[in-house]
């Protein structure tokens, strides 16, 4: 799978937006967890465009990006 997401960083409310290429994949899941290693939000993403609402503090997230094969990725988000 594939996925760019943006704006990064996001101002706390905004949406963020990403754009999903499954390829022959089934399914990709999105976690985001805190500094602390807490999961906050999760969600299934479609392939395609997707819009992702949030209302977290400022501060410094880890999307977690993982496959229905177990493919799994890691990205920082940075709130403002």
Do not use: C
């Not at 990709?28 to 992702?52: P, R, V």
Request: proline share 4%; no cysteine; glycine share 8%.
């Amino acid at each position: 799978a594939e996925v760019q997401f943006y704006p990064n960083p996001v101002r706390s409310g905004e949406d963020i937006k990403l754009n999903v290429n499954l390829y022959q994949m089934k399914g990709l899941k999105l976690e985001i967890f805190d500094t602390m290693g807490n999961a906050l939000q999760n969600t299934m993403l479609k392939s395609g465009e997707n819009a992702i609402s949030q209302n977290l503090k400022p501060g410094v997230y880890f999307l977690h990006f993982i496959t229905l094969e177990g493919y799994k990725k890691v990205e920082r988000l940075v709130i403002n």
